[in-house]
Every structure is written in structure tokens, then in C-alpha cells.
């Protein structure tokens, strides 16, 4: 009975330390997991605290803007990039207004503003507020320095009570598309946008899109999903605010020819090179000077080829300039082709 008694303590003796050294790899696991580390309170105190001291700093340059499109009024927001009162917000916010009033948070009384100037392509728009000095000011980030997964906060006007929304990148380089407030059954569609993890309401919409370091990284864009939102990239838009800061307008180059994005997606579905195809060149244009025809598909040039990241029309306005002399890079069939061209200087027309 004895060697019975012992044999079965021994077993559990041994299944005892078995299920201690389990015990024990699993506690070591959990602590080495990154979900259970990324939940310690250090890390969210820290990440909190980063995003209440970015919304805090940018909050006073922020403005609410209301728009009369009778008998509609429409509200957004926008923020100061100039201490004179120069405001950049989205197209949507001031399209087809005929009035304008701005909050200023510091400021009780409502001012008039006025449309400066715009850039449909990119969804970027500039209104003024006159009489004004000594205002805070929000300036933009280094806008290769924004990655994927990127803690960001969209902050908006008085009105909305300054309102925080924090989120991060979800995605880059999309193609995003809004409902026109003022035309219905119309929609906007803006490339390379800032696709977020939470929903930018229409209060906020035109709002900055900040780092944690209060820096511009996109232009929030009311979302028409319940579940996502976007923003305008600041690398597409800060050439056209810095133009219309300069020089009042904007104008950029152009081959004079209506285009569409061949999306990757498209590419791979119709066996296309990814690009941009023309539909329609003016007459005398450079495309048109140069021998492209409807049809052709553009997909580089100089040195940069087109894609979701650089579409035809961004690539434009931020890497060339009017009367730049170019090379064009074209598939017509199963032909690749090149033509060099002058590039004209327009307003974007939308």
C-alpha cells in the first residue's frame, strides 16, 4: 500500500511543478506580450497626456465658420495660418456661399470673412478675416514624416466647444469621396487622402488634423461614413496655401488635357498601366502639341511615375511648375511612348 501511496504523491509532486512551470511561462508570456504592454497606464497616460497638450496648444488658432447658403446655413471649422487672419478650412465648408461669419475663440464678437481663393483638386480653401492682428497660428508638419498608424487629433471650433477627437492613420494614399452639401446627387472626390479610424463630424470638418506636436498634418473633411473619417493630405495642399498667401490665387501647371486615375485596382481589373488617362486634350494644348490623343495613358514624368500616391493632378501642383519644359512618359495600346512638352500655367477649374 505504501509504494502505491508514495508512487501517487510522486505523480502529483510532479504534476504540482509541471503545472507551476506552465504557470510560470505563461506569466512570462504576458509580460512580454505587446497588447498586454501597450495597456500599462504609463503608455495610455502618456499617450493621453500628449494628445489633451496638442489639442490645448492649437485649440486658440482653431475657428468655428459659419456659411449662409439661404436657406441653409452650414458650419465647419478652420484655423489660422496667418496672424492677419488668413484661415485655411475645405472646399466644402465655404462652397457657394454668399456669407461667411468666423468665431474666434479669444474673441466674443463674430467677423465677416471673405473667399480668398481655392483649389478643388485638392479640396484646400482660404478665407480672410479683415482688421485683425496678433493672432495664434498653426503651421504644417514635415509631411514625409507622417507613417501609417500615426497618433493624430482633429480639434474644432468654438462653436462645437473647441470639440477633441483623437484617432490615428489608418490608411494613406486613398481616394476619398464626399456629398456635395449644395448640390445633391453630386459628390466631391479628393486623391491621397489621410484615411482615420474615427468619424470627423461636420462641426470639425475643415478643421486641422494635428500631431502630437500641434503640427498641421491634413485638413479634416466631415465624413460621410459612420464609422471612418479622412483628411486632405498636407503635402498636396500646403503649395496651394503658400501660393495664395504669396500671390492671392492660385495657379498651377497643367498639359491642358481632362484626365482620370487608372487606380491600381483598375490596372489589374482592365490590364492597364497605373496612371492617368486622357479623355478629352484642348485644342492647342501642350498634350495636344505634343501628339497625345484621348485615350493614351500618361504614367510617368521626368522621373516620377504616377500612382495612388501621385496622381496626375497632385503631381502637378507639387512637383512642376508653369512653362517647365517636361517628359512624358505614355502607353498607347502596347506602346510605350515619350513626348517632351511645355506645361501652361492655369487656375484649377472644377
Do not use: W
Amino acid at each position: 500500500m505504501r509504494p502505491l501511496l508514495a508512487i501517487v504523491a510522486g505523480l502529483l509532486v510532479t504534476a504540482l511543478v509541471a503545472a507551476g512551470v506552465t504557470l510560470a511561462v505563461l506569466r512570462t508570456q504576458s509580460r512580454t506580450n505587446p497588447q498586454q504592454v501597450n495597456l500599462q497606464t504609463g503608455v495610455t497616460i502618456t499617450e493621453n497626456s500628449a494628445i489633451v497638450a496638442a489639442a490645448t496648444k492649437a485649440r486658440p488658432a482653431v475657428v468655428s465658420i459659419v456659411t449662409q447658403h439661404a436657406p441653409v446655413i452650414v458650419r465647419g471649422s478652420g484655423y489660422f495660418a496667418t496672424s492677419d487672419g488668413f484661415i485655411v478650412t475645405n472646399i466644402r465648408v465655404v462652397a457657394g456661399a454668399n456669407g461667411m461669419t468666423v468665431l474666434i475663440p479669444s474673441d466674443s464678437k463674430p467677423h465677416d470673412a471673405r473667399l480668398v481663393d481655392y483649389d478643388c483638386q485638392t479640396g484646400v480653401a482660404v478665407i480672410k478675416v479683415d482688421k485683425v492682428s496678433g493672432l495664434p497660428t498653426l503651421g504644417f508638419a514635415d509631411p514625409t514624416a507622417l507613417v501609417q498608424g500615426q497618433v493624430i487629433v482633429a480639434v474644432g471650433g468654438p462653436v462645437d466647444g473647441g470639440s477633441v477627437t483623437p484617432a490615428y492613420v489608418s490608411s494613406m494614399h486613398r481616394v476619398s469621396t464626399v456629398n456635395d452639401p449644395l448640390n445633391l446627387g453630386h459628390t466631391l472626390q479628393f486623391s491621397d487622402t489621410i484615411q482615420t479610424n474615427a468619424v470627423i463630424e461636420d462641426g470639425s470638418s475643415g478643421g486641422p488634423l494635428l500631431n502630437v506636436g500641434s503640427q498641421v498634418i491634413g485638413i479634416a473633411v466631415g465624413s460621410s461614413s459612420s464609422r471612418t473619417g479622412f483628411g486632405l493630405n498636407a503635402a498636396d495642399v500646403q503649395d496651394d496655401v503658400q501660393q495664395i498667401l504669396q500671390t492671392g490665387q492660385v495657379t498651377v501647371a497643367s498639359i491642358g488635357a481632362q484626365t482620370v486615375d487608372i487606380t491600381p485596382e483598375m490596372a489589374t481589373l482592365n490590364s492597364l498601366p497605373e496612371g492617368s488617362q486622357i479623355v478629352t486634350a484642348d485644342k492647342g494644348s501642350p498634350a495636344a502639341s505634343a501628339g497625345l490623343q484621348p485615350g493614351d495613358i500618361i504614367t510617368q514624368i521626368d522621373d516620377v511615375r504616377l500612382d495612388a500616391a501621385h496622381p496626375l493632378a497632385l503631381l502637378l501642383r507639387s512637383r512642376f511648375h508653369a512653362d517647365q519644359r517636361v517628359t512624358v512618359t505614355y502607353s498607347r495600346g502596347a506602346t510605350s511612348t515619350q513626348a517632351q512638352l511645355k506645361l501652361t500655367g492655369q487656375h484649377p477649374t472644377c
